[in-house]
């Protein structure tokens, strides 16, 4: 399959950037992030503006699909946790992100005159990854995943690049779809910039009429106040382990019901949630949204019961992944969970780790990408059934010349497996907390060894490798592989490599294999302008090799050593490889630049 052709568009000159920001009026979570980012943006002086989703859906299909969703979670919940499973990676995906993408008219549109488009909302991502697959938007389209589990609905190989929440939330979605993606934490208000100050807490327990002394439970139920929050009320009232605090949202027949009940206090609608949360010992929540990155903001422990089928039972476990969050599957474990965290050292732990997700503030990469060129495939027309037979005719005897002369032409352009010439090339697998340490940054550069970044849950992030490259370390990308033979599976963890290493802003990405590739994982390299390399010796932190000679190619592991044991494991290679006479060199320099 030939390559797309490019076309080049420099959008925003001379102008403030204009900035689209797809939501959906789906519980205030879409919304709230929207919304902020829309703030933040326009005080940068660029022009956003927040539009929804549901709204450019035809035949009305928005507001059909708000009451569905709205009727199952009340009346048929079972039945949503499967269809929600069935969408992610079962067979109903394919037709949820056909149906998603319905409003791609109407985007198109819209998006005239922006220069960029931003969905907080997953249907959002759908049709503006559809409309740059198909090189139907000039204008650089960006996912922002507001929950921390990631539900295919999120996903879209069209998509410019993602952020998330959560870093764990970023690798999923590079391992998935190969989009760039990283870690910028929840987008809040100004007001939940800072962790609440015992003034708030004290504004906030007389505004409940609570004494110091009693353990406060601040229950969550989103905007709609749907799910068993009464049940959760009452289990927590009658264990005694504290006063149940119910913010009910617009939900005026559950605060009715619990209105006259001793021992609970019931809230409607407020804007007080500051100083609610401030007031509050542990908060209890059933769908993962919104409040629980205000509780994690405010710095209270956080915990998950009786959550609604699919996104919020999803969520709920995946912030306990996350070790942001504690999750109860029954009442017995979520009575424990309070007892556990509330006004002790584990929990003011829990709430400072939580408090770890707020990375960085999103408008400065926005606006960046908002005036930086942007490359367009440029489509070709649509396939006759005579074109497609005849393609499919001729596809056999062309293939294996095809694969032989790609694999030839990859290796001319440097964009095949590299070999070594006179020097010791080095690469070491560092993690996130190692590449964040001075010391290890430090030797990294002294010694020559290139920093090899993966994908998996305590990797590097986008921001320690920007900080790496201006420290003047060389970065490479690892890639595994696994043992599967299958060319998607190939291609996503080839993708996947890459994108780990995007931040580098490299032309070619550079991905080491710790296996090694076969004729189509090469291919897939090439197509897509990956340059591979297959390393000689792999060890573990500490181990040296038996032997060395020129062209060598180690990768050192050094994931879970001390800064101190790092520092020693370098020198010790060092020396040997001084020992044979030979240099040593970092391994990115194993490629020829382009």
């Not at 394919?94 to 819209?110: H, N, S, Y």
């Not at 327990?205 to 353990?215: A, S, Y």
């Not at 002790?344 to 005036?371: N, S």
Request: glycine share 10%.
């Amino acid at each position: 399959m030939p390559r797309a052709r490019a076309s080049k568009a420099v959008r925003g000159e001379g102008a403030s950037p204009s900035v689209l920001i797809i939501s959906a009026a789906m519980g205030a979570g879409h919304d709230g992030v929207a919304y902020e980012l829309e703030r933040r943006l326009q005080a940068r002086g660029a022009q956003a503006k927040v539009y929804d989703y549901l709204e450019m859906l035809p035949i009305r299909m928005g507001p059909f699909y708000r009451a569905f969703y709205a009727g199952q979670l009340k009346y048929a919940p079972g039945s949503y946790e499967k269809l929600y499973g069935l969408m992610d990676r079962g067979i109903c995906a394919p037709v949820a992100q056909w149906l998603g993408q319905r409003g791609q008219r109407k985007v198109r549109k819209l998006a005239l005159g922006y220069d960029i488009v931003i969905s907080t909302y997953p249907l959002g991502c759908q049709a503006t990854g559809a409309l740059r697959k198909k090189g139907k938007l000039p204008i650089p389209a960006v996912g922002f995943l507001t929950d921390v589990d990631v539900h295919g609905l999120w996903l879209h190989k069209g998509i410019d690049r993602n952020f998330t929440v959560w870093h764990g939330s970023a690798v999923e979605a590079i391992n998935r779809v190969g989009v760039p993606s990283h870690a910028v934490g929840p987008v809040l208000p100004e007001t939940f910039l800072e962790p609440a100050s015992d003034v708030e807490r004290k504004e906030g327990r007389e505004l409940l009429g609570v004494d110091e002394d009693q353990v406060v439970v601040l229950v969550v139920a989103g905007s709609w106040g749907v799910g068993n929050i009464a049940g959760t009320a009452r289990a927590i009232r009658d264990s005694g382990v504290g006063v149940p605090v119910v913010l009910c949202g617009r939900n005026e027949d559950l605060v009715k019901e619990l209105d006259d009940e001793q021992g609970i206090i019931a809230l409607g609608w407020t804007k007080e949630v500051r100083r609610l949360l401030a007031a509050s010992d542990v908060v209890v929540h059933n769908a993962g949204g919104l409040s629980c990155l205000e509780g994690f903001a405010v710095g209270v422990p956080v915990v998950g019961y009786a959550c609604l089928p699919g996104h919020g039972h999803r969520n709920s476990l995946a912030m306990q992944q996350a070790g942001v969050a504690a999750d109860a599957e029954t009442v017995e474990d979520l009575i424990a969970h309070i007892g556990r965290l509330a006004r002790t050292p584990e929990g003011a732990a829990m709430a400072q780790q939580a408090r770890g997700l707020f990375l960085t503030d999103p408008t400065d990469e926005l606006l960046e990408l908002a005036q930086a060129p942007v490359t367009m495939p440029v489509q070709s027309g649509a396939r006759t059934w005579a074109t497609r037979v005849a393609a499919v005719t001729l596809a056999v005897p062309v293939t294996m010349g095809a694969l032989s002369y790609g694999v030839a032409e990859a290796t001319s352009h440097g964009l095949g497996v590299a070999e070594g010439k006179d020097a010791v090339y080095v690469a070491a697998i560092v993690d996130h907390s190692q590449v964040t340490h001075p010391g290890v940054v430090t030797s990294l550069r002294a010694h020559g060894v290139s920093a090899a970044v993966g994908t998996d849950l305590t990797a590097p992030t986008p921001t320690d490798i920007r900080a790496l490259v201006t420290s003047g370390v060389t970065i490479v990308g690892t890639e595994t592989g696994g043992r599967s033979r299958n060319p998607r599976r190939l291609k996503e963890s080839i993708n996947a490599a890459a994108a780990a290493v995007a931040a580098t802003d490299d032309k070619h990405p550079k991905v080491v294999c710790l296996r090694t590739p076969g004729l189509v994982e090469k291919m897939v390299a090439w197509d897509h302008d990956v340059q591979l390399a297959l390393p000689h010796t792999i060890l573990l932190g500490g181990q040296l090799p038996t032997s060395l000679k020129a062209g060598e190619q180690v990768v050192l592991d050094e994931r879970g050593r001390t800064p101190t044991q790092i520092e020693s494991d370098f020198a010790s290679l060092a020396s040997l490889v001084s020992a044979r006479h030979l240099p040593q060199q970092p391994m990115r320099a194993l490629w020829r630049e382009a």
